[in-house]
């Protein structure tokens, strides 16, 4: 296969940034995305040239350390996958694609596709911990939790920080990322604790980080690779006024 | 201090455009209910229309409701406007996601709608409520309905009010159902039915308030 590429290049946060065109030869369908991306930048450097910046480490699905747009969707067409485990077989030959990095005024771009996420880092250090010590492993079972509640929980503990709901989102609001860790701290009894304080502290952290308000259109949803539910949202919601009211 | 503090965060405001915006479906489902009652000629009409003039609770109520307005108004641009720059930069390339997202004409056009929604407010107030003023000669009412009739003898009128009814129809079939789920009153087995009975209550409204023109016009 042949993918003709337009990838946003930017030398550093300072740099304005521009698209560059590259084609890509002889790719192969089992390739993932970053494989031809590590393809692409082996002719680059063999000729020279800077390579594409981008994030990349399990490569797996799981680590949430690669995302950026494919031609206008975050992580790419496929639901449910980060960018690692797109596969070329998706797309065509001869195929033009835009690559843009996630665009909101909380993630800086550092370079090319790479962007600084570390505005979620201190939302979570915001709430998004408990501070109870638990001590050691406990035995199985020996806090009774319902199986439907511990499945909610890790439905929601699911999230893996990519940022791709803050990429789809028209308002670049962070709500579903902080939603999904305050609805799985909120559902175990270790997170009661700090339950109130929790949800205040965290959303005022993500308003003070520059994230946008909620659109409620649920674009995040559709594109997040852990496909975490817009339920999370309308639970953050509920927890922020019982927390305000309680306060 | 404490209430407006924690009203402008954006999940604070999110719940002060839900719950100003329920109110005024709220209002509209009461609105519509009265004005239907023009369906049953002009005496039912005047009289309905009489009972709420001479209400002394109506001024009170009138000042509740602009107050309720304008929060939901002022409310939104401040989130637009935060929006705007929370996305400096925007993307060249950006495709509506499709499955699950809840992405529409009418949630994307939420500010737009609105705007024009106001404008008609206006123009519709200025119409009726400080419109010309007839007088049944029988009860000493004001007739409204004579107004009524009047005003949707033009064609022009009635696509105007049917176009503006369209926008509020398409204001709220985003508007209720996102009303819920900014309260958190959007439990996941209740997703999809909240949904539709968000999208039918915009439908009645809009179908309900675009008939009495077209009635008007093609019947009387």
Same mark, same amino acid.
């Given at each position: 296969m042949r993918i003709h590429l337009r990838i946003w290049r930017q030398n550093g946060p300072t740099d304005q940034g521009r698209f560059e065109n590259h084609t890509v030869e002889s790719v192969s369908p089992d390739m993932s995305f970053l494989e031809m991306l590590d393809?692409?930048? %082996?002719? &680059?450097?063999? +000729?020279? +040239? %800077?390579?594409? =910046? !981008? #994030?990349s480490d399990c490569r797996e699905g799981i680590c949430g350390t690669c995302g950026f747009l494919v031609d206008g969707q975050p992580h790419g067409p496929d639901p449910c996958t980060t960018v690692c485990q797109l596969h070329m077989r998706r797309f065509k030959d001869g195929d033009h694609l835009t690559l843009e990095p996630w665009r909101a005024? =909380? !993630?800086?771009? &550092?370079r090319d596709l790479?962007? #600084?996420?570390? =505005? !979620? #880092?201190?939302?979570? +250090?915001a709430g998004g911990y408990t501070s109870v010590n638990t001590g050691g492993a406990p035995d199985g079972n020996a806090v009774p939790i319902a199986k439907q509640t511990a499945e909610a929980a890790f439905d929601s503990a699911q999230c893996i920080g990519c940022g791709a709901c803050v990429a789809a989102c028209k308002n670049a609001s962070a709500v579903l990322f902080t939603s999904a860790k305050v609805t799985h701290m909120a559902l175990l009894p270790q997170g009661q604790v700090e339950r109130h304080t929790r949800v205040l502290n965290m959303v005022a952290r993500m308003d003070l980080e520059g994230f946008g308000p909620c659109s409620n259109e649920g674009e995040c949803e559709a594109v997040c690779p852990k496909g975490i539910s817009l339920a999370n949202i309308a639970t953050l919601n509920r927890e922020w006024w019982k927390a305000t009211l309680l306060k | 201090m404490k209430v407006l503090q924690a009203l402008s965060t954006s999940t604070g405001s999110k719940i002060l455009v839900a719950l100003t915006g329920l109110a005024m479906v709220g209002f509209l489902v009461g609105h519509l209910?009265?004005?239907?009652?023009?369906l049953f000629g002009p005496d039912i009409y005047n009289e309905y229309s009489h009972a709420l003039i001479s209400n002394p609770l109506l001024v009170p109520v009138e000042i509740g409701l602009v107050a309720i307005l304008v929060m939901h108004m002022g409310t939104a641009v401040r989130m637009v406007l935060r929006a705007r720059q929370a996305r400096p930069t925007r993307y060249a390339v950006k495709k509506w996601a499709g499955g699950a997202s809840r992405k529409s004409v009418a949630s994307t056009s939420m500010i737009v709608t609105g705007v024009l929604i106001l404008l008609f407010l206006i123009s519709h107030l200025w119409t009726f409520k400080y419109g010309a003023w007839y007088t049944d000669p029988t009860t000493g009412y004001r007739d409204l309905y004579t107004l009524l009739v009047e005003v949707?003898?033009?064609?022009?009128n009635v696509v105007f009010y049917v176009i503006c009814m369209l926008l509020v129809g398409m204001h709220l079939r985003h508007g209720i159902s996102s009303a819920f789920q900014s309260l958190g009153l959007m439990p996941r087995s209740w997703t999809a039915r909240i949904l539709r009975a968000g999208a039918a209550l915009a439908l009645i409204l809009g179908i309900g308030f675009a008939l009495i023109p077209i009635y008007v016009y093609f019947v009387l």
């Open positions: 393809t692409l930048n %082996e002719t &680059l450097i063999r +000729q020279g +040239q %800077e390579p594409v =910046a !981008f #994030d005024k =909380a !993630f800086p771009v &550092l790479v962007v #600084d996420r570390s =505005a !979620f #880092d201190r939302i979570i +250090q | 209910a009265g004005n239907l009652l023009a949707f003898r033009s064609p022009f």
